[in-house]
């Protein structure tokens, strides 16, 4: 009797589907499924994984390789919960693609990617305006600005200095200027007005800048951006701009060929000499990996079923996810209205305080009064930080703590200075500091315009 009543229970609580019959041979488990004990609502428990699941019901893999279906509300409540919160895309990448770095998951997704040099802390790529080459640097703390220099080298027209832009040093003279066109890989703009000054003015003695644009946050925005400090790389959507070269759905990776060739497309299969395609269009291209330049020559000799499996099994993961499952925390980035610019919330001494996440600060820096407030050891203003409006005084600060999340900086010295230049205070501005290039290269930082994401990690 009790065999018969149990069974009479796993028919109520299983149903079997056709191909898990007993006259086909089952299937164990895929590879690393995580097992568990699933409980029904009247105690008996079945050691299974699951590998698929829909509104109302799972399905699990038993050890012996059987498959069944349990309706979601004949489990009890804490296994409910685990199959909702159970993701298969998750999954299938915890088990057969967590080896794909994120450059690899970005650029199987159609990014474009550019590796970027440091210049001390700052991000440095190449880029072109009124096709001409520029060295460009990413700014999220700034609006994308030009050096009236090299804007009339390139025989474009600053308009009149009537405009102001402001730094942490002060203010300085701007003008609109006309730029035909305006180049980041295959990103292309057309027509736009873009600010330019004298990058030159107000600076140390000596010295000079060592750019042609700052790359601002609104650029970055658009364009999707993605910004990776542990892999030195900057990535675009280039079908967020007014021209996209290649065309086409960014499911598909940009492929470029020596003779200037750009196509859009995925790696179906691969011999160590000769690669397939699958393009945009539908059709099938073999191409000898050695008519790609160096870069695509490097990807598809690294390309691995990992990549399609990818592509074929985890098209939902967000960015988000993608890092979440690699350790990483994150943070919701705020924008003020009227900014570009992004903010994160943190501590400074055990207060709650807020940053503004600039890569364009060499290193973090604090508002002198914030500093003060918030228990810092602050000394003599005999220091100098340098920027736009030229040089103000500053002072070595001493910190005892800072957190974002569980990350932790202690016993760090900075410079602080009066970052709003007697307009208003941090309070009326809402953030106390730059949380600049120096802590995002240490604590491998992650910046996303597509999900408004800072990702960090403290190893």
């Not at 072109?128 to 060295?135: D, F, I, L």
């Not at 994308?144 to 009149?160: I, N, Q």
Request: charged share 30%; net charge negative; aromatic share 8%.
């Amino acid at each position: 009797m009790k065999i018969h009543r149990l069974r009479l229970f796993l028919l109520s609580l299983l149903t079997i589907p056709a191909f898990a019959s007993e006259e086909q041979k089952p299937a164990p488990p895929p590879a690393e499924a995580v097992t568990r004990d699933f409980r029904g609502t009247n105690g008996v428990v079945i050691k299974a994984a699951i590998i698929d699941k829909t509104e109302t019901e799972a399905v699990l893999a038993t050890r012996d390789g059987k498959r069944m279906k349990v309706a979601l509300d004949n489990l009890v409540e804490e296994d409910r919960a685990y199959v909702k919160s159970w993701s298969k895309e998750e999954d299938v990448f915890l088990r057969k693609c967590r080896r794909l770095s994120i450059r690899q998951c970005l650029e199987l997704r159609g990014y474009e990617s550019f590796e970027f040099r440091f210049d001390g802390n700052h991000i440095m790529i190449d880029g072109k305006v009124n096709g001409k080459p520029a060295r460009m640097m990413a700014d999220t703390g700034a609006h994308t600005l030009l050096h009236d220099g090299f804007a009339k080298s390139v025989s474009l027209e600053v308009g009149p200095m009537t405009e102001k832009i402001y730094g942490v040093a002060g203010e300085q003279e701007a003008g609109w200027t006309a730029v035909p066109s305006f180049q980041i890989g295959e990103a292309v703009f057309k027509d736009r007005k873009i600010l330019a000054a004298d990058m030159n003015k107000d600076r140390p003695p000596g010295s000079k800048s060592n750019y042609d644009l700052l790359l601002g946050a609104d650029f970055m925005n658009q364009l999707d951006g993605v910004i990776s400090y542990p892999e030195q790389r900057i990535f675009f959507r280039p079908d967020r701009s007014d021209e996209d070269a290649a065309g086409g759905s960014t499911d598909f990776r940009l492929f470029k060929t020596k003779d200037g060739k750009v196509m859009r497309g995925k790696v179906v299969s691969k011999t160590p000499t000769v690669a397939t395609l699958k393009l945009v269009n539908g059709r099938e291209s073999q191409m000898p990996v050695s008519n790609f330049i160096e870069a695509d020559q490097t990807y598809l000799n690294a390309w691995t079923e990992e990549g399609a499996l990818f592509m074929e099994h985890c098209g939902g993961l967000s960015v988000e996810d993608i890092l979440r499952l690699r350790s990483y925390q994150s943070f919701q980035i705020r924008r003020v209205p009227h900014s570009k610019h992004v903010y994160v919330d943190g501590t400074l001494n055990d207060h709650k305080v807020t940053y503004c996440i600039d890569t364009g600060a060499f290193n973090s820096l604090l508002h002198i009064d914030a500093a003060k407030r918030y228990g810092c050891d602050v000394g003599p203003m005999d220091q100098e930080v340098w920027g736009i409006g030229g040089v103000q005084p500053a002072a070595a600060v001493k910190i005892d703590k800072i957190t974002l999340g569980s990350c932790v900086l202690t016993n760090r010295k900075l410079l602080a200075a009066d970052l709003f230049r007697g307009d208003a205070t941090d309070e009326d501005h809402g953030w106390i500091g730059l949380f600049g290039g120096d802590f995002m290269r240490e604590l491998e930082a992650y910046i996303t315009y597509t999900e408004d994401r800072f990702f960090l990690i403290q190893r």
